[in-house]
């Protein structure tokens, strides 16, 4: 038992040694606490005063011409929609950038049949900057002698002048069909149409017409060629294969069925369509 009690005897050194340290917690006194939090009267009149200059500087921007309007920046459209948004927002030139109705603004903005949507920015200290995004056109839309031009979303853009003959699709309507400019098209064949007229991208420049009969969509091709596409799903897969498979076409060849883009058939004559129901050619 030898080494137990040296270490025994150890331990007691060391703990006479170890110095006697006693953490206490400082004394809390409540009242000194809330004076230290409580601000003085001279804090309270800076503060005071800060929020009466900006009450008044707020208030002076709103009444003075300091930061009225005097120039409408647009970006993102065509020179011919930026006139049409400048025409909107024109009682808006002198008005105060501060306190600006930011909602009341978008919604003179979107309420344009040639937006699709917009937001807007207060580049101080002049300047009110609108940024939109256009409409796309994507076919004219013919009744009788009427033309309207028409958006890929099937939106009625704008009417056309007689002679006008923008390079696009047409899309037949009855002449008793309503059309409203800035509404969308609101007879399913003709607004499928028209989207898928919008999305063959480039190639719509070969389009002639765009015809939606019996839930088969057409697209009359320039060349006298008709291209099926079914019920106007998948448009820009039919239209990739469309592209490829008109390279290899036989001589003689009046239509192209990419309805199963999987197996595009080709043949002469008439294509056979599915029972009319109904025609968005008037």
């Known amino acids: 038992m030898p080494a137990r009690a040296r270490l025994a005897r150890s331990i007691a050194r060391v703990e006479t040694l170890a110095p006697q340290c006693h953490v206490g917690l400082p004394q809390v ?10 601000p003085t009267r001279r804090s309270v009149a800076v503060g005071l005063g800060i929020l009466a200059l900006a009450v008044g500087g707020y ?29 909107a927002l024109a009682s808006l ?14 919604q003179r903005v979107d309420a344009l049949p040639t937006v699709v949507r917009a ?10 900057r609108i940024t939109v995004v256009p409409e796309r056109p994507a076919a004219v839309l013919r009744s009788g002698p009427a033309s309207w031009l028409v958006s890929t979303r099937g939106r009625v853009i704008e009417r056309l002048p007689s002679a006008a003959d923008p ?31 919008g999305l063959a991208g480039a190639f719509g420049a070969r389009v002639a017409s765009v015809s939606y009969t019996g ?9 006298g060629l008709e291209l099926l596409l079914g019920d ?12 490829h498979a008109l390279a290899m076409l036989p ?10 883009p999987g197996r595009a058939v080709s043949g002469k004559g008439s294509p056979t369509l599915p029972p009319a129901q109904s025609s968005s050619r008037g």
């Open 29 to 38: 006194h409540p009242r000194a606490w809330l004076v230290r939090l409580v």
């Open 167 to 197: 390079r696009l699709p047409r899309i037949w309507v009855s002449t008793r069909t309503p059309v409203r400019l800035g509404a969308e098209l609101t007879a399913a064949g003709t607004a499928t149409a028209a989207r898928a007229a």
């Open 215 to 223: 839930g088969a969509l057409v697209f009359h091709l320039r060349s």
């Open 93 to 106: 030139v002198g008005a105060p950038l501060v306190g600006l109705d930011g909602s009341a603004v978008l």
């Open 119 to 128: 937001s807007y920015d207060r580049a101080f200290p002049h300047t009110l």
């Open 59 to 87: 208030l002076l921007a709103r009444e003075t011409p300091l930061f009225a309007i005097d120039r409408i920046k647009v970006d993102g459209g065509s020179p011919k929609v930026a006139r049409q948004v400048h025409h």
């Open 232 to 243: 106007g799903g998948d448009i820009k897969l039919k239209v990739a294969v469309a592209q």
């Open 251 to 260: 001589p003689g060849s009046t239509f192209l069925d990419v309805s199963i």
